[in-house]
């Protein structure tokens, strides 16, 4: 379970395609495998090199994400209250933290591929989910993203891995926090996070 | 020994219900939030002090193509149960596979050390009796984690004692083989999700809150076969449009 949870995570972005108007599970397929070949191609992402993958997921998947509106879905309520400054601050930290969480996910990446599921009839033409498996050898990991229209491609705001939404999972932990010190011991939280990531990879 | 468990299985059943009410805030799904927390701890406790040095000496040690082996060799006797399950969900056609897959790898396989089936593409079904009584409407009830064994719920607690009966420990008949044989099933077990723990560790902010909400939902996932009924989303926080229903 942890380790399905983990490989999921590490694909749940996709890259941007700078083309005629794609259809939103073609813009996943292309995006899934194009990051899977990315990490398994590249020897020095291979061999655990993790700031390599971080500059890979900010470059190629973090132009694909909605970043702003994940963050706000992430945070709830209490981004409301929050002063533009502060709203600033918790964005910078919830990109590194996403990226950090990417980039760890990503090492996790050895021979996997990726299948469409049969796509759902969306409730509107801008937003749709996009589900797809990513198999190995064994059980298939679900892994289903949340895209909206963006221009003549799309852009994901949330994803989803063995049926847990990342921006449910964060508003979960980042509650805690929230409550206890409100936003700025989020902020403070995601910021001691990162360093302590950042500092235990490098 | 199954009454022991039993009995085990009794007193923590009281205890988690003399434990601790639902914190205001708390999450519905775990009104015994606090108990779990301790639980939750002292397991962390064990696996950084006992199960994580072990299993990283083993991950060291035995070559990956023998850890391989006694991966599959695990997963191939949980097969058999799975299909059991299969059967008794009234499944039959993935009952079948699941049975079919579990003699490829016990004989072409070498008993169970080579996924041969797996190798040929036949995909892998993982069911446990809780899912079984999940699958006739047993609902999962509230989240509960074990002593060592981690996270479940009280269906699945109630339920572990009928997957027991399966374990690998069962197929042996000495006292000393099943307890070498469980004890190999865990450590195989903890080294093969070494590097996704230390991802989650990397990863969570609250690691009790991300565990329990990934097993929650994985296990309603797993009882629904993949397609579970949708529960109402709350309104998206900044968005103008209320969620699709």
């Given at each position: 379970?942890?380790r399905?949870?983990?490989?999921a995570?590490t ?8 083309h005629a108007e794609?259809?939103?599970?073609a813009?996943?397929m292309?995006?899934?495998t ?15 090199d ?15 994400v909605?970043l ?5 879905k992430?945070?709830?309520q ?28 990503l090492?996790?990446?050895?021979d ?28 298939p ?7 909206e229209?963006?221009g ?5 705001y949330?994803?989803n ?10 508003r ?9 010190g ?6 403070a939280r ?10 235990s990879?490098? | ?8 299985l009794?007193?923590w059943?009281?205890?988690a ?5 639902t914190a205001?805030?708390g ?8 108990f779990n ?14 199960l994580?040095p072990?299993?990283?000496?083993y ?27 299969l059967v ?13 897959r579990?003699?490829f790898?016990s ?10 089936a797996?190798d040929?593409?036949?995909e ?15 609902g999962?009830?509230p ?5 060592i064994?981690?996270?479940?719920t009280?269906?699945?607690?109630a ?10 420990a ?15 099933q ?9 590097s ?16 329990r909400?990934?097993f929650?939902v ?10 579970p ?8 926080e900044?968005?103008e ?5």
């Amino acid at each position: 379970m942890f380790r399905t949870l983990a490989i999921a995570l590490t694909l749940g972005t996709t890259l941007s395609l700078a083309h005629a108007e794609t259809t939103p599970d073609a813009f996943v397929m292309t995006l899934s495998t194009e990051v899977i070949e990315a990490v398994k191609a590249d020897k020095a992402i291979q061999a655990g090199d993790v700031g390599r993958i971080r500059t890979l997921v900010d470059t190629k998947v973090l132009p694909s994400v909605n970043l702003q509106r994940m963050v706000v879905k992430s945070v709830g309520q209490p981004w409301r209250s929050a002063t533009p400054e502060q709203q600033k601050r918790l964005t910078e930290e919830f990109k590194t933290y996403l990226i950090n969480t990417y980039a760890g996910a990503l090492t996790q990446v050895r021979d996997q591929t990726v299948k469409l599921r049969p796509v759902r009839a969306g409730s509107s033409a801008n937003e749709v989910v996009i589900g797809t498996d990513v198999v190995s050898k064994g059980e298939p990991i679900q892994l289903d993203y949340r895209l909206e229209k963006a221009g003549d491609s799309w852009k994901i705001y949330d994803f989803n891995v063995l049926g847990l939404w990342a921006t449910d999972s964060f508003r979960s932990q980042f509650a805690r926090d929230l409550s206890g010190g409100g936003v700025d011991a989020l902020i403070a939280r995601l910021s001691e996070k990162n360093k302590q990531i950042s500092g235990s990879k490098n | 020994m199954m009454s022991r468990f039993r009995l085990l299985l009794a007193v923590w059943a009281l205890l988690a219900l003399g434990g601790c009410a639902t914190a205001p805030g708390g999450n519905p799904k775990d009104p015994f939030e606090g108990f779990n927390r301790s639980v939750f701890s002292f397991n962390e406790t064990v696996d950084n002090a006992v199960l994580k040095p072990v299993a990283t000496g083993y991950q060291k040690v035995v070559p990956q193509i023998v850890r391989t082996s006694v991966d599959n060799f695990f997963a191939n006797l949980g097969d058999a149960w799975s299909a059991v399950n299969l059967v008794l969900q009234a499944k039959p056609v993935p009952a079948l596979e699941m049975g079919m897959r579990f003699v490829f790898n016990s004989t072409l396989g070498l008993g169970g050390l080579f996924d041969i089936a797996g190798d040929a593409g036949m995909e892998r079904r993982n069911e446990d009796f809780g899912q079984t009584l999940g699958r006739w409407g047993v609902g999962s009830g509230p989240y509960l984690v074990l002593p060592i064994l981690g996270p479940s719920t009280v269906r699945d607690t109630a339920a572990l004692a009928a997957d027991f009966q399966a374990a690998p420990a069962a197929w042996f008949q000495e006292r000393r083989d099943q307890v070498g044989v469980t004890a190999l099933q865990v450590i195989s077990t903890r080294a093969r999700l070494l590097s996704a723990t230390r991802t989650i560790d990397d990863i969570a902010l609250d690691k009790y809150l991300l565990i329990r909400d990934g097993f929650l939902v994985r296990r309603r996932n797993q009882v629904y076969d993949g397609n579970p009924p949708d529960e109402p989303e709350p309104p998206e926080e900044g968005s103008e449009n209320p969620p699709p229903k």
